[in-house]
T-cell receptor, first 114, second 110 residues
Framework: DSGVTQTPKHLITATGQRVTLRCSPR?????VYWYQQSLDQGLQFLIQ???????AKGNILERFSAQQFPDLHSELNLSSLELGDSALYFC?????????????FGQGTRLTVV | DAKTTQPTSMDCAEGRAANLPCNHS???????VYWYRQIHSQGPQYIIH???NNETNEMASLIITEDRKSSTLILPHATLRDTAVYYC???????????FGAGTRLTVKP
């Protein structure tokens, strides 16, 4: 158990809909990272937050947005969903934004768009 | 884009050492080398990281060349449960996006 909690574990929704994925980081971790992993694909970095502020942005579509709340949990919002958005979405957390701290990953949310 | 190059796949016999190479020829002085692994579709698991010196923990050893342009992850006694995709990442100050490449699919065989 990494200490990072992602909910829900599974989500099935229709095209055009909007969903929210939730991530609770490990206690004390200030950084949260979001990744997308399509079937048999690598992990695509989406976005990173540190203590409520956006720190880095990767290949995140305009239809996607994220935020980190004062209690440090984070949400990834996916809207106008397309079939190609079906993927595993992982959240990771780390202690700080400095590079000498390892990140711990949650077990992911499997999103299926039908 | 990922700043590392790894072989696509490797096999290793159970009980033997698994040596996974990684090239990171454009690594800068403040970037660390990290290794993670992903077993099936589980969340990636941290293994080890280092800056300049070789590192060892209960899971593995990390050997970084003197010029820091490549590294090797060593699993000293591979087991079937070590079958996974292993990712080598460089990550440092000014490079906040921790990007994964395609990784190496390690298969440990009986």
């Amino acid at each position: 158990d990494s200490g990072v909690t992602q909910t829900p574990k599974h989500l099935i929704t229709a095209t055009g809909q909007r969903v929210t994925l939730r991530c609770s980081p490990r206690s004390g971790d200030l950084s949260v990272y979001w990744y997308q992993q399509s079937l048999d694909q690598g992990l695509q970095f989406l976005i990173q937050y540190y203590n409520g502020e956006e720190r880095a942005k990767g290949n995140i579509l305009e239809r996607f947005s994220a935020q980190q709340f004062p209690d440090l949990h984070s949400e990834l919002n996916l809207s106008s969903l397309e079939l190609g958005d079906s993927a595993l979405y992982f959240c990771a957390s780390s202690e700080g934004h400095r590079p000498n701290t390892e990140a711990f990953f949650g077990q992911g949310t499997r999103l299926t768009v039908v | 884009d990922a700043k590392t190059t790894q072989p696509t796949s490797m096999d290793c016999a159970e009980g033997r050492a698994a040596n996974l190479p990684c090239n990171h020829s454009t690594i800068s002085g403040n970037e660390y080398v990290y290794w993670y692994r992903q077993i099936h579709s589980q969340g990636p698991q941290y293994i080890i990281h280092g800056l300049k010196n070789n590192e060892t923990n209960e899971m593995a050893s990390l050997i970084i060349t003197e010029d820091r342009k490549s590294s090797t992850l060593i699993l000293p006694h591979a087991t079937l449960r070590d079958t996974a995709v292993y990712y080598c990442i460089v990550y440092g100050l000014g490079n906040n996006d921790m990007r994964f490449g395609a990784g190496t699919r390690l298969t440990v065989k009986p």
